[in-house]
């Protein structure tokens, strides 16, 4: 529990979003590895997408990197991320299965995984978490 800490001592936005975007990751890995268009699929997909926004939106008030007024270049992924997620849902209810996957995969890929590995630079909570510190 001492690798959580620096975590847990961070403001509860910065928490709201770590947890919102480890859930979204694993959420995530599970809609890609398992069956598509199955009712559960359906379900963890929404989810998922609740998670996402919330990961999206709580971004704005983490401000730790300003590069432009209270803001980073990681925002720019936040925005991307607030207007494709509709994007992607719309394309499932237009049963676009191609269009949706490569949507939510690339939201996959930009949100988590590229944005996730910017928090592991020193420095970040994510690398104390991680790496100890």
Known sequence: MDRL????HAPPVTVLHAICALIGFVLGVVQLAGPKGTTAHRVIGWAWVLLLGT????SFAINDIRQFGPFSLIHLLSVMTLIL??????RARQHRAKA???????????????AGLFTLAPGRIMHAVVFGG
């Open 55 to 58: 990961v999206a939106a709580s």
């Open 85 to 90: 997620l509709p994007i992607g849902v719309l």
């Open 100 to 114: 949706h996957s490569r949507t939510m995969t690339g939201i996959f890929i930009g949100a988590l995984v590229i």
């Open 5 to 8: 800490a620096p975590l847990f």
